[in-house]
């Protein structure tokens, strides 16, 4: 790691965490961060018959399921709740949760833990900053709610200019008791284009390519685990 990087970055502004890929997240106060990224983190997944994991994009992992950002997902202690558009909850525990997915997208589908294989897309943890949301704003001219980009911390970067985390990549900080490491920048797809719950659709990915060539925020691994908490600083490590 390099060790040239500014010691004050910043401060933690919000925490999120998504109980079940794909699907609207739950906000915290305080995170637990293991080694494997925010504790229960996209632990849980919706999958297909051929065993490919629901997403908005279809990869070699991934299959696009049309209606996941329509479902929220929290947790009651370490059992998943899915919240779907009319307002039911169903626990993941619930015999008839399987069902509940598979009317609600369109296919037979189950709702399953993560085993051997993680169900994160390309890191365990990720973070966008508040002068990088700015500039998107000013390339798409209109507001750019943090949500549509799925991160796990969105740090307040006071009055820095463009995309500040870019330039944290291969060095660590620390917040709170957890030390993380960056390692690339963030690549972004569709999905944040896409109308979730409480969000309407929207033309983000186009300014985000013609602005960064299609990245924004940057991920993390866990050097040190521990607890972060919404208000701490964030400082080079």
Not at 15 to 44: H, I, M, N, Q, T
Request: hydrophobic share 40%; glycine share 10%; with cysteine.
């Amino acid at each position: 790691m390099h060790d040239d990087i500014d010691p004050d970055l910043g401060a933690v502004v919000s925490l999120r965490r998504y109980p079940v890929k794909s699907l609207v997240g739950e906000r915290l106060e305080v995170a637990e961060v293991l080694a494997r990224g925010f504790r229960g983190d996209r632990l849980w997944a919706v999958v297909d018959e051929d065993g490919k994991l629901g997403s908005g994009k279809s990869s070699r992992r991934f299959r696009k399921m049309d209606g996941l950002l329509d479902l929220a997902g929290t947790y009651d202690g370490d059992v998943p709740v899915i919240t779907f558009p009319d307002g039911r909850a169903v626990r993941a525990d619930d015999p008839g949760v399987h069902d509940a997915l598979s009317h609600h997208v369109g296919r037979p589908v189950t709702l399953a833990r993560e085993t051997d294989v993680s169900h994160f897309d390309d890191g365990p943890v990720h973070l966008v900053t508040t002068a990088s949301l700015r500039a998107v704003e000013q390339r798409l001219g209109e507001p750019v709610d943090p949500r549509r980009l799925r991160p796990n911390l969105v740090v307040d970067t006071g009055d820095a200019v463009g995309l500040v985390e870019d330039e944290w990549v291969g060095h660590r900080f620390q917040i709170g008791e957890v030390v993380l490491g960056v390692t690339d920048r963030m690549p972004r797809c569709v999905m944040v284009n896409l109308p979730q719950v409480g969000l309407g659709a929207a033309r983000v990915l186009d300014a985000v390519t013609d602005l960064n060539d299609a990245n924004l925020g940057v991920l993390a691994t866990v050097v040190t685990p521990g607890r972060i908490r919404v208000g701490d600083e964030v400082r080079g490590a």
